[in-house]
DNA sequence: TAGTGGTCTAGACCACGGT
DNA sequence: CCGTGGTCTAGACCACTAG
């Protein structure tokens, strides 16, 4: 059930818990989804917020909506583009993965004056015992939002979650641009990359708060084992 | 004002007025944005009608809100990803450039026992009279749902215009996978690539409609003038 | 305190699809 | 015809920002 006197907004509570039924498998692909009358009722609500739960699911990918037919569920949801830019290790969680991290990077820099952390790390997942690198990722954060934050062990821990609940940041947009790129031995190395004659697909880009103030600027460049996949709008 | 016997829904045409008046440059880099009451009262509507159309404004990354302060104008709009996939001509000219297409190749071809209208066009911009192709596009198009589509000039037409008139099928959505490539010399000639050692972005996918039915496969060569952006939320 | 955007309610009418 | 999602109205209360 829903609760009304959570700080989570009614409409997320529901995209959470109709999300979660989603990923526990309870749709096959096109399936029906409960109409939305029926949500209401379930769940004691109104229909916009029952819309705006549905309408998170759309964007998300996992379910489309057809006049006068109904609400389907999409069984091989997009690979909702920004891969790791918005939870890598929750994407993968999702799909039963381990995700792994290494720290192959770290140290204080100066950029234009100013302090940044330096972070490199390769990313992947762990399968039948061999560990698999998908991405490297290279984070620059500012030390004077982030105090103190080249103290922790992000082979660990997930620089978001440090972020949410040490230092009550939380990213919300990301802005990047993306290229193909032409990599060296070492990276070629870490992701296991043999053919020679490949390019590489590489993002770069800034991530935001809700007030629209960057903190964190971002490189990441994807093995070719990743597919890149998105979908959108016509409008 | 908007007009309430339209098919078109008052938050569409709100959402174009809006759209217009960001474009014709009335409000600069960080401007204040008339505010949602404001809004309410000039166009005699609802807040929630005025919600949406602002809500499109937000995902098209033309104004940000933030809670207590108001709504405030990009200046320099993130170029919504999609290049072409969402309207090539209409982007370029909202940006007060000539579209030019030029048609390389079109052909009748069978595809798993299916036909297809096979159609490559390079795609660009003529400014100061030169012409300097940004894309190259090949689209197969089912001639079973377009017959007769291979009669049309599309070095003059655009395909979706096209389809939208002559046939009454709305593109809706496109569902692709980005990819790093090596071109060949062909295409380095027409995108005018000189450095060898480069690699370009390319874009497979396919284009829906609103009932998810495939109307188009299309695959994109990008030329490395072009800037790839994109936005998103982090959820 | 006044104004902003964020959320929520409880209705209404419509276009569309299938029966 | 009924049920679906798409749109719209007219309110309400809240959290947040700034003067």
């Given at each position: 059930?829903l609760d009304?006197?959570?700080?989570v907004p009614l409409?997320?509570q529901?995209?959470?818990i109709?999300k979660?039924s989603?990923r526990r498998?309870?749709?096959k692909?096109?399936?029906r989804?409960p109409?939305?009358?029926?949500?209401?009722k379930?769940?004691?609500?109104?229909r916009g917020?029952v819309?705006?739960?549905?309408s998170?699911?759309v964007?998300?990918?996992?379910v489309?909506?057809?006049?006068g037919?109904?609400?389907?569920?999409?069984v091989r949801p997009?690979?909702?583009?920004m891969?790791n830019?918005?939870?890598?290790t929750?994407?993968?969680r999702?799909?039963?993965?381990?995700?792994?991290?290494?720290?192959?990077?770290?140290e204080?820099?100066i950029?234009?004056g100013?302090?940044?952390f330096?972070?490199v790390?390769?990313?992947?997942?762990?399968?039948?015992?061999?560990?698999?690198?998908?991405?490297?990722?290279?984070s620059f954060?500012?030390?004077d939002?982030f105090?103190q934050?080249?103290?922790y062990?992000?082979?660990?821990e997930?620089l978001?979650?440090?972020?949410?609940?040490?230092y009550?940041?939380?990213?919300?947009?990301a802005e990047?641009?993306?290229s193909?790129t032409?990599?060296d031995d070492?990276?070629?190395?870490?992701?296991?990359v043999?053919?020679?004659a490949v390019?590489?697909l590489?993002?770069?880009?800034?991530?935001?708060n809700?007030k629209?103030?960057?903190?964190e600027?971002?490189?990441?460049?994807y093995?070719?084992?990743m597919?890149?996949?998105?979908m959108?709008?016509i409008t």
């Open positions: 059930m009304k006197n959570s700080v409409y997320i529901l995209y959470r109709l979660e989603i498998g309870e749709y692909e096109g399936d989804f109409s939305e009358t029926a949500l209401m379930q769940y004691q609500t109104t917020t819309r705006k739960a549905i998170e699911l964007m998300d990918g996992l489309y909506q057809v006049q037919k109904g609400t389907y569920v999409h997009i690979q909702y583009s891969w830019f918005s939870g890598f929750d994407y993968l999702s799909r039963n993965e381990v995700a792994v991290s290494k720290v192959l990077e770290q204080i820099v950029l234009k100013l302090s940044y330096k972070l790390r390769a990313r992947g997942v762990k399968r039948d015992g061999s560990v698999h690198y998908l991405t490297i990722d290279t954060v500012p030390i939002r105090p934050i080249d103290q062990d992000f082979s660990q997930s978001y979650r440090i972020m949410r609940e040490k009550r940041v939380h990213p919300k947009y990047i641009q993306l193909p032409i990599v070492d990276v070629r190395q870490v992701l296991q043999t053919d020679e390019a590489l590489k993002a770069d880009g800034r991530v935001l809700e629209n103030e960057e903190i600027k971002v490189s990441v460049i093995s070719p084992k597919e890149f996949k998105l959108t709008t």
